[in-house]
T-cell receptor, first 113, second 115 residues
Framework: NAGVTQTPKFQVLKTGQSMTLQCAQDMNHEYMSWYRQDPGMGLRLIHYSVGAGITDQGEVPNGYNVSRSTTEDFPLRLLSAAPSQTSVYFC????????????FGDGTRLSIL | AQSVTQLDSQVPVFEEAPVELRCNYSSSVSVYLFWYVQYPNQGLQLLLKYLSGSTLVKGINGFEAEFNKSQTSFHLRKPSVHISDTAEYFCAVVLKGGATNKLIFGTGTLLAVQP
């Protein structure tokens, strides 16, 4: 069972470039989300989705777009990369009911020069 | 606004000693409570959770936590730590009654176990 798979694991971008971070889960989970992790700040929610075709903003959505065309995939797009977006990005998924434990990918380490 | 506070950013402890990692939350509604662990260069793994019932919950790797509603706390404890417990630990809540399973995280506590 693969669980939550994130690609790539590492990426270096130049300011202004765009890219897509991929996230896929094979557990048929309704709920998926993206977090960024920065030193001393814990994990902050960027965007989330409660099912295919439904997305919403989290705490820090600016500069990021998402879509959810299938249950399995939830890509995160950086429209025009900025140094402030240098971070470690985690994708997570869970069953839709509240209180269900979330399963995390191994993260994408992104550096913006 | 809802928030989760982990008072200690780093906790050094000797191997085989007991440890307590503190977590307090602030919320106008009831919450579900979680502890996650992150080993170096890995994602987060669920350690334990409190949904309802007994306020003392046991998790993996010998950890336990106690929910104290009056003090709005959910401290994590282990009676004897091992070198392999060195990791970052995150406390998190989900607000009950909402339409989503959104997690609100604390800032994390780095547990550094020394031989």
């Amino acid at each position: 069972n693969a669980g939550v798979t994130q690609t790539p694991k590492f990426q270096v971008l130049k300011t202004g470039q765009s890219m897509t971070l991929q996230c896929a889960q094979d557990m048929n989970h309704e709920y998926m989300s993206w977090y960024r992790q920065d030193p001393g700040m814990g994990l902050r929610l960027i965007h989330y989705s409660v099912g295919a075709g439904i997305t919403d903003q989290g705490e820090v959505p600016n500069g990021y777009n998402v879509s959810r065309s299938t249950t399995e995939d939830f890509p995160l797009r950086l429209l025009s990369a900025a140094p402030s977006q240098t971070s470690v990005y985690f994708c997570a998924s869970s069953q839709g009911q509240q209180g269900r434990p979330q399963h995390f990918g191994d993260g994408t380490r992104l550096s913006i020069l | 606004a809802q928030s989760v506070t982990q008072l200690d950013s780093q906790v050094p402890v000797f191997e085989e000693a007991p440890v307590e990692l503190r977590c307090n939350y602030s919320s106008s509604v009831s919450v579900y409570l979680f502890w996650y662990v992150q080993y170096p260069n890995q994602g987060l793994q669920l350690l334990l959770k409190y949904l309802s019932g007994s306020t003392l919950v046991k998790g993996i790797n010998g950890f336990e936590a106690e929910f104290n509603k009056s003090q709005t706390s959910f401290h994590l404890r282990k009676p004897s730590v091992h070198i392999s417990d060195t990791a970052e630990y995150f406390c998190a809540v989900v607000l009950k009654g909402g339409a989503t399973n959104k997690l609100i995280f604390g800032t994390g506590t780095l547990l550094a176990v020394q031989p």
